[in-house]
């Protein structure tokens, strides 16, 4: 079970020649195990986990737009400026939002205090960035960047014919318009919690779901209006359990505890957590967290959205499936029993 303590982990700098862009990056994923840019496909994780703290007057990178990639932002400390399209916001402490491919976009810092937030990205195998403010164009792979001169389909590859017309491919569908950025943030105050218990109160919590507060379908594919992966605050109040122990056959969730103490019981052991504590649980890793005796302890999960998953519950010996939305037990038969 990958696992770190995030005031452990170390700053890395990243800045520009002239220091015009330039943060301190602490890289959750990679800490976790995780590869650079590079998704399950590659070995890596669903999603990318950093925390960057943005000095005064500085920037995190210019201004672009992502052809894949989708990105959430938490302001963990200080106040940012963002800008999004052609608009510019301010957002102070705790406020959530996000970007969807094809938004250009850019983090600054022109406050007099450090800005530190938490960035959250899905690893598409494929992504192109455009640089509106210099007209580059970059692609990953293979990591370089350009700037366009048009030129036709076929140019290069046979003689052009005198006066002929130029060669106009099919394009595609016109994309969606974007929803308006005052509807893609919001700060987790103006949320309720949501309350639930099992029947007998043996698991009870609260959470916030901040994805779906921001306008994604729950367990839905980005393609028909979900987003890549689900952001959820989380509550237990002293003693509290949260949920059965269970595991995921498809689901990645990384829980970052914010505040707090409790224990994770993980597989065949129970460790302790405290605030700052960072657990990354693959599919397959049976997991439970329950509060300390003595405080309330709050969460942040992220989680992918797979489009199918099922469930194991080792301590009752179900299983449950998310569509259909049912649990069972399961009696073992013969592949062609009933068939033949």
Not at 85 to 110: C, D, I, K, M, S
Not at 145 to 152: H, N
Request: charged content about 20%.
């Amino acid at each position: 079970m990958p696992r770190i303590h995030l005031p452990d982990l170390p700053e890395t700098e990243q800045r520009s020649p002239r220091g015009t862009f330039r943060s301190f990056v602490r890289d959750v994923s990679l800490a976790l195990g995780g590869i650079r840019n590079g998704g399950t496909w590659c070995g890596g994780h669903p999603f990318d986990v950093q925390f960057r703290r943005v000095p005064p007057g500085a920037a995190v990178c210019p201004f672009h737009a992502h052809l894949a990639q989708w990105e959430y932002f938490i302001v963990d400390a200080g106040t940012a400026t963002v800008r999004a399209g052609a608009e510019t916001h301010v957002l102070g402490a705790g406020e959530v939002w996000f970007h969807p491919p094809g938004e250009p976009h850019q983090l600054l810092n022109r406050s007099d205090t450090d800005l530190v937030v938490l960035i959250v990205t899905d690893n598409p195998p494929l992504d192109a960035f455009h640089y509106p403010d210099s007209g580059k164009w970059g692609l990953r792979p293979p990591g370089i960047y350009f700037r366009l001169a048009e030129t036709g389909y076929f140019d290069g590859e046979e003689d052009p014919l005198p006066d002929a017309p130029p060669y106009r491919p099919s394009g595609s569908p016109p994309t969606p318009p974007l929803v308006p950025f005052a509807q893609r943030h919001l700060h987790p105050d103006t949320l309720p919690w949501d309350e639930w218990t099992s029947p007998k109160g043996k698991f009870r919590g609260a959470f916030k779901e901040l994805s779906i507060a921001l306008g994604a379908a729950r367990n839905t594919p980005t393609g028909l209006g979900g987003h890549p992966f689900d952001l959820e605050l989380g509550r237990l109040e002293p003693g509290q359990t949260g949920c059965p122990f269970h595991s995921h056959a498809a689901q990645w969730e990384l829980f970052l505890i914010r505040s707090g103490r409790g224990t994770f019981r993980i597989d065949d052991a129970t460790v302790d957590v405290r605030a700052g504590d960072a657990l990354l649980h693959p599919p397959g890793t049976a997991h439970q967290l329950r509060a300390a005796p003595d405080c309330e302890l709050t969460y942040l999960l992220i989680a992918d959205n797979p489009p199918v998953d099922y469930w194991h519950y080792p301590d009752s010996g179900k299983r449950g499936l998310r569509h259909p939305r049912l649990f069972f037990r399961p009696q073992e038969l013969d592949y062609f029993d009933g068939e033949e």
